[in-house]
């Protein structure tokens, strides 16, 4: 099985917070330090990368204290990227019981914001049933 391992933030000199206010520097700096060349936690990074967009697009200093509204959403953010620790995924694209070539899926969506494109193999099994294998995805 393949894991995704997402360091909590400790507390102290490099916290996320100055005087308790969240800063746009140190978003930034959390978010850089996620390394997925896979995708596999694409599905939750591009909901950070269009909150980094909005930052930029209100006009935020690097270490200008962020609206309580604001600090609210990037903490949900980065609860959500945490509970990456929880990801599982076979390392393995070809299930034990496959039976035949399997077909590639690719799935893309677009929105004024971002886009995301991921792709999966899908493999009929030996009973007949279907199990799908993710491959890769990017926004």
Same mark, same amino acid.
């Given at each position: 099985?393949l *894991?995704?391992?997402?360091?909590?933030?400790?507390?102290g000199?490099n $916290? $996320?917070?100055? !005087?308790?206010?969240?800063? +746009? *520097? +140190? #978003?930034?700096?959390?978010?850089?330090?996620?390394?997925d =060349? /896979?995708? %596999? @936690?694409?599905?939750?990074?591009?909901?950070? +990368?269009?909150? #980094?967009? +909005?930052?930029?697009?209100?006009?935020y200093e690097? $270490?200008? =204290?962020?609206?309580v509204?604001?600090?609210?959403?990037?903490?949900? /953010?980065?609860?959500? /990227?945490?509970?990456? !620790?929880?990801?599982?995924?076979?390392?393995?694209? @070809?299930?034990?019981?496959?039976?035949?070539?399997?077909?590639?899926? /690719?799935?893309? $969506?677009?929105? *004024?914001?971002?886009?995301?494109?991921?792709?999966?193999? *899908?493999w009929?099994? !030996?009973?007949?049933? %279907?199990?799908?294998?993710?491959?890769?995805?990017?926004?």
């Open positions: 099985m *894991r995704f391992k997402v360091q909590q933030e400790s507390q000199k $916290d $996320d917070r100055k !005087n308790g206010v969240l800063m +746009k *520097r +140190k #978003i930034l700096s959390r978010i850089a330090r996620l390394y =060349p /896979i995708g %596999y @936690t694409a599905a939750v990074v591009i909901k950070a +990368k269009i909150r #980094i967009q +909005k930052l930029w697009q209100l006009g690097w $270490d200008q =204290p962020l609206e509204s604001l600090a609210r959403e990037w903490e949900a /953010i980065f609860a959500e /990227i945490e509970k990456l !620790n929880q990801l599982k995924l076979p390392r393995c694209l @070809t299930p034990p019981e496959a039976a035949g070539l399997p077909t590639l899926c /690719i799935f893309s $969506d677009a929105l *004024r914001e971002a886009f995301g494109a991921c792709a999966y193999l *899908r009929q099994l !030996n009973y007949g049933g %279907y199990e799908v294998r993710f491959v890769a995805a990017k926004s």
